[in-house]
């Protein structure tokens, strides 16, 4: 009996040991920290300006501030304006509070937004692969041979769009939304007046709305003067099509990076498992539509080359998404690769198993890479 009473106990101690290390490592995305900073975005010709209050808030109350007090247009996903105020090692946010003035409505937003908390440290945990110098092994040995190694991102950035729009990106070398917000707009009243006090003197508020509006490049003001002011663009930006590439000859990727109009941008770098790097390449998943995309290629001769599409044309490239999309709903998109034998030449087409659309209207680039072109080149 005593045999079985002892045997009982042990079983409930390791049950409540294995609880305790399994609740444990759920709370890790509340309190493990990683080294990050707030930072702000803002579409390029729609100023934003942040007020208090201005900051990603944590699990302890703990605020990591954004930065406020200037005006912001770098564009969506642009430059960045990043502030380390206090810890640089955090854990991962709890929720996001933030106000701010949009220019070309001339209105306040405000909005206090649960973060995605485990979704972040997931990424930030995982991070991804990078090729160049390790800074790690550099502040330990002063090692500065490039490498393939681990890197996380380094900022959590906030974007600001018309109409109370609020996406968040994990950023660093590669850049993922990690969610939308809605603002919620501030009516006339003493709480605006109060915000408007952190820009100027309410009094001469008419005059900088005035100047503002008369500084607006001339298509947005006459989205302004016609109350055309809309967040469709960048919420087109967002939506993600099943799309993959293809070329019209034998080549093998050993490298590849993709930028796109949601803001995101990815990076693959070399590997030796060609078969899975082509799989992540190659094969078609929910994705944004391309900004910018490049792709190093080895022919069948053994030669190496730079394929570069350095910009797609915004309305031509996404209405061709949509409308293959349109055609047909859950089937596949492929973006096909042509480039000539003497690879002179290269032609771009969206296509899916009912049309094809060529794209006229982006830039594109091809260059014969050689061994001293080579390392500088993995740098892009």
């Not at 990603?56 to 996903?77: C, H, K, R």
């Not at 930030?124 to 490039?146: C, M, P, S």
Request: proline share 4%; with cysteine; glycine share 6%.
């Amino acid at each position: 009996m005593i045999t079985k009473i002892i045997a009982l106990l042990n079983i409930i101690l390791i049950s409540q040991l294995v609880s305790c290390q399994k609740m444990e490592q759920m709370d890790n995305y509340k309190t493990e920290k990683f080294e990050w900073d707030g930072d702000a975005t803002a579409p390029e010709g729609y100023p934003m300006w942040i007020i208090y209050p201005h900051a990603f808030i944590l699990s302890n109350g703990y605020e990591a501030v954004i930065p406020n007090g200037t005006i912001m247009q770098d564009g969506w996903g642009g430059s960045l304006r990043s502030w380390s105020v206090g810890e640089s090692n955090k854990p991962m946010p709890d929720s996001l509070k933030i106000a701010w003035y949009s220019y070309t409505e001339n209105k306040f937003y405000k909005g206090n937004f649960k973060m995605p908390q485990e979704k972040l440290y997931n990424l930030f945990k995982e991070g991804y692969l990078i090729y160049g110098i390790n800074w790690e092994k550099v502040n330990k040995n002063d090692d500065y041979t490039k490498e393939l190694h681990k890197e996380t991102y380094s900022a959590i950035t906030v974007g600001l769009a018309p109409k109370g729009m609020v996406v968040v990106w994990a950023t660093g070398d590669n850049k993922i939304e990690i969610g939308r917000f809605q603002g919620e707009a501030v009516p006339e009243g003493p709480e605006a007046d109060r915000m408007w006090e952190q820009i100027t003197d309410l009094s001469s508020r008419p005059l900088v709305v005035k100047q503002r509006i008369e500084s607006f490049k001339p298509e947005v003001r006459e989205e302004v003067l016609q109350g055309r002011i809309s967040s469709k663009r960048w919420d087109d930006y967002r939506i993600r099509y099943k799309w993959k590439l293809a070329f019209n000859q034998n080549l093998e990727i050993y490298d590849y990076y993709v930028r796109f109009f949601n803001s995101e941008k990815i990076g693959f770098p070399p590997t030796t498992d060609q078969a899975m790097y082509n799989k992540n390449v190659l094969e078609s998943r929910p994705k944004g539509v391309p900004n910018e995309l490049g792709i190093f290629v080895k022919g069948q001769d053994g030669i190496k080359h730079w394929l570069r599409i350095d910009s797609f044309d915004e309305q031509e490239v996404i209405k061709a998404f949509m409308d293959l999309a349109k055609i047909n709903p859950d089937g596949e998109i492929t973006m096909l690769i042509n480039v000539d034998e003497a690879f002179t030449k290269m032609k771009v087409v969206l296509k899916n198993d009912f049309k094809e659309i060529e794209l006229e209207k982006c830039k594109t680039k091809l260059f014969l890479i050689d061994k001293r072109a080579e390392e500088i080149l993995k740098e892009y």
